[in-house]
């Protein structure tokens, strides 16, 4: 096959010289994928600048945030985990660096006049040619508008300036995390409590807040997330898979090809009775042609994460009626979820209301498919809730409560499921048969989008892509995700 190696018309030839090293992809590395004033695919200075004056819009002058970034990980020996920053701190500043601290102060009434200090890791030649770039202490303030900057390697003078700086405001708000550096977590603490400042306020349900409420920019991102992972489902469903593993490095490979950075978490890709455990995740079974698979799985875009479930016969044709029934009755409860979402505003609905009545409409599809005691065991063959926020975490912003009224920009799954034991309470036909379907959508006054809607869930439409293959227009190897 000849593979397209243009993208929006650019042809790449010769390299040309980049002007900046940095710690992090950045328009001035990486043109192709950021646009001229961002600081992350899809998300401008502006927009960061926009948040840290929204988070100390409500609190008092004189008050104070502090966020430590995550370190990274090691799997064993020298081996380390793929970075992941701390959420929160992302979403503030962009920023992308381990060992991190960024400092928010708020010493006027005017929002606009925040002040932004963080603590980076220094350039140093050598540490830079084993392990990568840093942006350094000049480019934070260059390129991520720190109004003051000072390197994490000497501690001496960066605890003197912490010192400082929670000494000359009010309220410090500060979530002590001992995962993270022990050492600068403690002397934060002890710099609270020697200036008398108390113990510290709580940090995270304030960023969650804000969290919640997705952005037009962030909800473009999900989308586009949401697109090339749903096109790369369709994909999936019209080829034959023999092994999990192959599908799931398969579906991996077209998340990334089509645009996406990587997995938004590791894929379930589950047949036949591995599909029972819901979070079923080694992979690594063979599949017959007797069962369906169920796969959960989706790729993250700029941090944002898409979140979907299909389920799919694995030889393009249904096992047995009992699989389609099974199939069409998780498929009715969906569909009546999302037409809940429709009113969910307008009804002052929760993510608990939501649930309840996915769990009422499981239970009517139950009893219709003649299982006994149907109103008693809906809640075993459908453990799980109906869905949850979603955004730079795929559980987003668990600090918000399920039970408060849903509102315009929160982007939350709707994914409910059932799965049947091999136990001889259940009708035998339906009996170790997993299902579940999930979308994500954004609320919206007079409804909601869907921002997963390519991947095929009608039992039409997926025997169609199974027996007929897709149409779905899919580039491969993708130059700007988000351009075009
Ligand atoms: N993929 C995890 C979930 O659906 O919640
Ligand atoms: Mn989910
Ligand atoms: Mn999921």
């Known amino acids: 096959m000849l593979r397209r190696y243009l993208s929006n018309g650019a042809k790449f030839v010769n390299r040309p010289k980049v002007q900046w090293n940095l710690g992090q992809r950045l328009h001035e590395n990486r043109p192709f994928l950021l646009q001229p004033g961002e600081l ?16 100390v819009r409500n609190l008092p002058v004189g008050s104070c945030l502090i966020i430590l970034a995550n370190q990274i990980k090691f799997a064993s020996g020298a081996v380390f985990y793929p970075f992941q920053q701390d959420n929160d701190l992302f979403y503030l500043t962009g920023w992308n660096e381990p060992d991190s601290i960024m400092v928010l102060e708020k010493p006027s009434e005017n929002i606009e006049d925040h002040e932004l200090t963080m603590f980076v890791p220094p350039k140093n030649e050598f540490k830079e040619k084993w392990e990568g770039f840093r942006t350094g202490v000049d480019a934070v303030k260059e390129f991520f508008n720190a109004d003051h900057s000072y390197s ?46 108390g113990t510290p306020k709580k940090l995270k349900s304030l960023v969650a807040d804000l969290r919640k409420v997705k952005s037009e920019s962030e909800i ?11 096109r790369s489902y369709n994909i999936a469903m019209a080829q034959r898979f023999r092994n999990e593993r192959t599908l799931h490095t398969f579906l991996e490979h077209k998340f990334i090809s089509g645009g996406c950075d990587k997995s938004a978490y590791i894929p379930v890709v589950a047949t036949g ?5 819901i979070h079923y995740t080694s992979n690594d079974d063979v599949m017959y042609d007797d069962e369906m698979v169920l796969v959960d799985a989706a790729g993250a875009l ?21 699989h389609k029934d099974l199939y069409e009755a998780v498929l009715n409860v969906q569909r009546e979820s999302l037409k809940n979402c429709k009113k969910a505003l307008e009804n002052n609905m929760s993510l608990h209301d939501l649930h309840e009545a996915s769990v009422k409409l499981t239970k009517q599809e ?85 921002l997963t809607v390519e991947a095929v869930k009608e039992i039409k439409d997926i025997e169609n892509v199974m027996q007929n293959g897709t149409t779905t227009d899919f580039e491969d190897d993708v130059v700007s995700p988000l351009q075009g």
Request: glycine share 6%; aromatic share 8%.
């Open 40 to 55: 992350t695919p899809g998300i401008t200075a502006a927009e960061y600048y926009q948040r840290r004056a929204e988070l």
């Open 152 to 197: 994490v390697d000497n501690s001496m003078s960066m605890v003197n300036e912490l010192a400082k700086i929670i000494k000359r405001n009010k309220d410090i708000y500060f979530d002590p995390d001992s995962n993270k550096n022990s050492k600068i977590n403690s002397n934060i603490l002890n710099l609270i409590k020697e200036t008398n400042k």
């Open 220 to 230: 473009r991102l999900m989308r586009r997330a949401g697109q090339i992972s749903g």
């Open 273 to 277: 009775p591995n599909a029972l455990c």
């Open 302 to 322: 700029g941090g944002y994460c898409s979140d979907i479930s299909r389920t799919w016969p694995v030889a393009g044709k249904w096992p047995s009626s009992a």
């Open 366 to 450: 139950l009893k219709n498919l003649n299982f006994s005691k149907a109103t008693e065991i809906a809640e075993k063959l459908y453990p799980h809730y109906i869905g949850h926020n979603l955004g730079l975490d795929v559980h987003d912003v668990p600090e918000v409560s399920r039970f408060n009224p849903l509102v315009e920009g929160q982007v939350i799954t709707i994914e409910p499921g059932l799965y049947i034991p091999d136990s001889p309470e259940y009708p035998a036909e339906f009996r170790n048969i997993g299902i579940r379907i999930e979308d994500d959508v954004v609320l919206k006054k007079d409804g909601y989008i869907n």
